[in-house]
């Protein structure tokens, strides 16, 4: 044992699940691990928000192995530290420093928004045009996030070149019910002590990065847009 043993994170994960958005399926998936498969979420869904923050993910051809960072609030204030699991540290820097190298090396950019759905803590991954689609909606809706719960309740074709593909449709749904924003707070407090406490060790790999890189190669099913990076919290 030695004095890192006590940095590193003890409480527990409060995140019960692990979504990403396919556009294949026009819907969520996660990986199963007892199941050794990928099970499907369909829509629609309906959530509270809880916190948004950015990470890098991906495939890195070099050593054969998934690509994952630490997540942070602010890329333009937080340095993400960028490793794959089998190669080590690609590199670490503030996003805007080392985009065109995680690009390179097979990094995509993605948002880690973590929700209440179902009287559960969930987590929702987005990247490329469904993050831009999520982008655009904040920018307009995030005033209301907080007494009112979010929708996804259908799916938008779009096409870049030849190549066409599905992101979720977000609304602004109904007010949050009172018992229900009572539970959404709890889950809350529970989600930032977690999410403080691994920050303190902040070169461990998050849950939903194992699960994701023992099904596949997390290759886009969409085309991979640069995310707009200005005044949003992540």
């Not at 556009?23 to 869904?45: H, I, M, R, T, W």
């Not at 602010?74 to 530290?81: A, D, G, I």
């Not at 590199?91 to 993605?110: E, F, S, T």
Request: neutral net charge; proline residues 5%; contains cysteine.
């Amino acid at each position: 044992m030695s004095r890192a043993d006590n940095y590193r994170p003890t409480i527990e994960s409060p995140v019960k699940k692990y979504l990403s958005w396919s556009s294949n399926e026009k819907c969520f998936k996660y990986y199963d691990k007892e199941q050794g498969k990928d099970v499907l979420v369909k829509l629609p869904l309906t959530f509270v928000h809880l916190e948004e923050l950015s990470t890098i993910k991906g495939w890195d051809e070099k050593s054969e192995s998934g690509i994952y960072s630490n997540e942070v609030r602010s890329t333009k204030l937080e340095q993400l530290n960028v490793r794959s699991f089998k190669g080590g540290e690609i590199i670490k820097g503030i996003y805007q420093d080392i985009k065109l190298r995680v690009q390179a090396a097979g990094g995509v950019y993605h948002m880690s928004m973590y929700v209440f759905l179902n009287g559960e803590v969930v987590n929702l991954s987005f990247k490329g045009a469904a993050l831009m689609g999520w982008s655009d909606f904040a920018k307009e809706n995030r005033k209301s996030f907080l007494g009112s719960t979010i929708e996804i309740l259908t799916s938008a074709e779009g096409k870049k070149g030849s190549v066409k593909f599905n992101t979720p449709v977000f609304t602004v749904g109904k007010p949050i019910a009172l018992s229900e924003n009572e539970k959404a707070e709890e889950a809350y407090k529970l989600l930032k002590d977690y999410l403080d406490a691994k920050r303190v060790q902040p070169e461990l790999p998050v849950e939903a990065v194992v699960a994701e890189n023992i099904a596949s190669k997390n290759v886009p099913d969409y085309p991979v847009l640069e995310p707009v990076i200005d005044d949003l919290p992540f």
